[in-house]
């Protein structure tokens, strides 16, 4: 059904979409043409003196120069072109609107496939949404009426200009009038052929759900909305004033929501209908108004995604950077260096363009200025090289390009026991994607590639992950989990099973405009300066499908706003996956072990950073979980989930999620600026944020000096946290859970999204890294994990130390080793403390060559 919608749509669209092709826009009066005319009108009323004014005006009867071979481009109001011009030019215009599907380009679909997209989501909601409007037939009459009052209003004020500026001599408003009414009469006759081919019944006919091809259904698209913005739109461009266009949209606006809110129509009925007129009316403008009265110039959808034909890179489509690249300590190294003033470490991924933005701006203080040292020259040359064919421009020309990124292969064997569960207990390997790992021999074998051309990037990574089998978890562990998670009955002794299997990590389709890259499937998403784990959204776990919006390069405000610094926007919408129960009000907890919910709940999230001084970043970011269950994803669920205030009980009709809201920052120390950065963030659940409520918060914070006095080549990054509240009895291991979802709300197939503290532990890490080289390297860590005894019976304790080396066997291959001990107490899973040795070897090659 979702499909033969989806195509309904496209055929729609493109049936349109040729009114945005083939039509040239037209151009505002230059200044001399309207110093032309004030002087033709003072001449005109020194003539009146003398004579009698003749005001009938030389009718233009030739096409301008840029119509080229359209039918019917004249630069009039209709004035003498009498009933065969008119209806030629009729013809004309209808006959574009149904041979449009032949004249679509590949390019269209930088805004077709959104457009329908978007399209296709209000199909899936539309019957949702209808059903929670009033029913109360007097507010429907009411609506109703109000709609047929919008579309009187703006057809009459047209129809008036019309008649008006004939009367008058005023041609102008004759030519708005006109074109308005042609733009209006055009689009209707086209959504009225739709309405009666594809027969959707209304919101107020059988059972509400809008299906199509029924009799008597004349519901897609609205005849109303496309009227009222084929004629706001020739208003709006027509007469360009501000207040103008908010009158003339607010209007055709006002008319969309009342037929929704009058059940005449659903949302996605007046979505179409008022882009088909707008694509219409734009259409008709373009190609038949006179730019010496005066107006906008109306440029089309494919104009305006074509642009004026140079190459920007603000409108390329770009692959994000994996986050465990090395291209990010790089990055940062500079940064805290005091070479990179503009970057967002709080806020990755980034893509390869943002990479090459930061590394520009670091070539003036590194090349230019010689600041750094011969440390940082070494790693600014090793990124120019990473990023040669952006920086030439053949890697980011907006035509087609693709790259097999990388090829690799790790092996990780461990000996002893591992700690698997971060949710409830901790976990020996972290910040892994989520891959599996138990005791015995582990592997992973990947490759990734990109592709860009214009706007569109598409992006896969894919794995072959083993890891052998292992033993259930013992009667005392699983008795504790569904103790503290409050399901019913205890988990069965299910040992782990082998684990063979093909994963896609991050896989992705994206489209940029202007700097804001919206990108749909498998991403992952790292909120926070630290290294260790960010508290709000990690790589711990396994990459969400999610559909995401993201300013990837900063913006700056007008006016006193500016102040601000730049700006960094980030939003999506994900999915999460593996829960097994779920909390109901009228039901209670309902679910079964290894049986996963068949409506997995969703994730949404915003943040949003600012850089008001080169040294500083601050950030504020909010998560909710929602839906799942008995719940579907709807308008109503999505909207309630950002409501304020906790009004409702967990697992009513109205619960709005699990909500968290967190902020982190970033400060280069005022004295050590290249020497010494502090940072930190810290969240809190079901409040409106950390800074209000620091006792009830988890909190994690860090320094980082990229070089030590006296040994450049050494850095030092220690960083330490606590999801203990200092002063919150109530609060036993309350972080990352929800009443509505009790097998833990933030995991995503049983890994935490967040930091490896879990629950209710505190914690710190350590790192020193000597740079052999720019690229070579070898780093020495520690961590250690203390759970808290109000959480988990006698507590819990985690040390590991370990020594990892990173070597170039030459520039496209590159060899890295680990060796980590770890030593763990918690009696809850085995009352000996236990021990293990994970050994890790992986080989890594980037094939340039490979495009």
């Known amino acids: 059904m979702i499909l033969m919608q989806m195509r309904l749509i496209v055929f729609v669209f ?72 008119l209806a030629r030019d009729f013809l004309g215009d209808q006959e574009q609107i149904w041979k449009s599907p ?18 296709a989501g209000l199909f899936v909601t539309d019957h949702d949404f209808s059903k929670h409007l009033s029913q109360n037939p007097s507010t429907i009459s009411h609506y109703k009426t109000l709609s047929n009052a919008g579309v009187g209003a703006l057809i009459g004020g047209a129809g008036g200009m019309w008649l008006l500026g004939h009367v008058s001599h005023h041609e102008h408003w004759s030519e708005t009038g006109f074109l308005a009414g042609e733009a209006a009469l055009n689009s209707l006759l086209a959504v009225e052929s739709f309405k009666y081919t594809l027969r959707r019944q209304r919101p107020y006919q059988g059972d509400g759900s809008g299906p199509f091809f029924q009799s008597g259904g004349t519901s897609f698209p609205s005849e109303h909305a496309a009227a009222a913005w084929s004629v706001a739109g020739v208003i709006a461009h027509e007469y360009p004033a501000p207040l103008t266009k908010i009158m003339a949209y607010g209007l055709a606006s006002l008319v969309d929501i009342s037929r929704v809110r009058a059940q005449q129509h659903f949302p996605s009925d007046v979505v179409v209908g008022a882009m088909i007129g707008n694509l219409v009316a734009q259409n008709i403008y ?26 920007s890179p603000a409108n390329h489509g770009s692959p994000y950077v994996p986050l465990d690249s090395w291209i990010y300590p790089a990055l940062d190294r500079l940064a805290a260096m005091g070479l990179i003033d503009s970057g967002f470490a709080g806020m990755k991924p980034w893509t390869r363009h943002e990479c090459v933005r930061l590394l520009q701006e670091a070539s003036e203080m590194v090349v230019g200025e010689g600041r750094g040292g ?14 040669r064919d952006e920086f030439e421009g053949t890697g980011g020309d907006g035509r087609f390009h693709g790259r097999v990124e990388s090829v690799y292969a790790r092996v990780t064997g461990i000996s002893g026991e591992p700690l698997t569960d971060g949710n409830h207990f901790g ?14 021999f582990n592997s992973v074998d990947g490759i990734s590639a990109w592709t860009t051309s214009g706007r569109w990037v598409g992006y896969v990574r894919a794995e072959y992950q083993h890891s052998p089998s292992a033993p259930a978890q013992p009667n005392s562990a699983r008795q504790f989990i569904a103790s503290v ?41 790292w909120w926070s300066p630290t290294q260790g784990g960010p508290l709000m959204f990690s790589d711990n776990a396994e990459p969400l499908d999610m559909f ?74 909010t998560t909710t979980v929602f839906a799942g269950g008995p719940t579907s994803l709807t308008w109503h669920a999505f909207l309630r989930s950002y409501s304020v205030g906790n009004t409702f009980h967990q697992g009513s009709a109205e619960d709005p999620g699990d909500r968290r809201s967190g902020v982190d920052f970033s400060y280069r120390v005022p004295g050590l600026r290249n020497w010494l950065t502090f940072y930190g963030d810290a969240f809190t659940e079901d409040e409106f944020s950390p800074l209000n409520y620091p006792r009830k918060s988890a909190f994690r914070g860090g320094i980082y000096m990229p070089r030590i006095p006296g040994v450049p080549k050494l850095d030092l990054r220690l960083e330490g946290g606590s999801t203990v509240p200092p002063d919150f009895p109530g609060c036993n291991g309350c972080f990352y859970v929800n009443g509505h979802y009790p097998d833990g709300s933030y995991v995503n197939l049983g890994n935490l999204l967040g930091s490896w503290l879990g629950r209710a532990g505190q914690g710190g890490q350590a790192w020193s890294t000597y740079w052999l080289t720019s690229r070579n390297k070898i780093q020495f860590n520690y961590r250690h994990q203390k759970i808290d005894t109000f959480y988990l019976p006698q507590g819990g304790t985690l040390n590991d130390g370990g020594v990892r080396a990173d070597f170039s066997l030459s520039t496209t291959v590159m060899l890295s080793g680990s060796v980590q001990y770890e030593k763990w107490n918690c009696p809850v899973l085995d009352p000996l403390p236990k021990s293990n040795v994970t050994t890790s070897i992986q080989f890594t090659f980037w094939p340039r060559s490979w495009k």
């Open 485 to 525: 998670d409050n399901i019913p009955g205890v988990p069965s002794a299910t040992p782990f099973s082998t684990v063979n299997r093909l994963r896609l990590l991050d896989a992705y389709v994206g489209m940029n405009f202007e700097n804001w890259q919206v990108s749909f499937g498998k991403q992952s998403l």
């Open 548 to 621: 995401r919006i993201n300013r990837v390069s900063p913006f700056k405000l007008p006016s006193i706003l500016g102040w601000l610094g730049p700006i960094r926007v980030e939003w999506f919408l994900g999915q999460v996956d593996g829960h097994e129960f779920v909390f109901l009000t009228n039901t209670g907890v309902t679910g079964q072990f290894g049986r996963p919910l068949r409506r997995q709940p969703f994730l949404q999230g915003q943040k949003i950073s600012l850089k008001p001084t080169p040294n500083f970043e601050f950030s504020v970011s």
């Open 374 to 387: 011969p440390e940082a020259e070494k790693i600014y040359r090793l990124l120019e090289t990473e990023f």
């Open 286 to 311: 373009s190609r038949r108004h006179d730019p010496d009265l005066g107006g906008a110039e109306w440029r089309s959808i494919s104009q305006i995604f074509r642009g004026d034909g140079s190459s």
């Open 427 to 440: 976990q020996t390997v972290i910040n892994d994607f989520g891959r599996p790992n138990q005791e015995g």
């Open 102 to 119: 032949a004249k679509l380009r590949f390019s269209d679909t930088e805004w077709l496939v959104p457009l329908s997209g978007i399209s």
């Open 14 to 85: 493109s049936a349109a979409s040729s009114l945005t092709l083939t039509a040239p826009s037209s151009v505002p009066a230059s200044p001399q043409a309207q110093e032309q005319r004030s002087v033709d009108a003072k001449d005109e009323d020194a003539r009146s003196t003398s004579k009698p004014a003749d005001t009938t005006r030389e009718i233009k009867t030739e096409k301008p120069k840029d119509a080229g071979d359209l039918p019917g481009v004249y630069p009039t109001a209709g004035f003498g072109r009498g009933f065969h011009g």
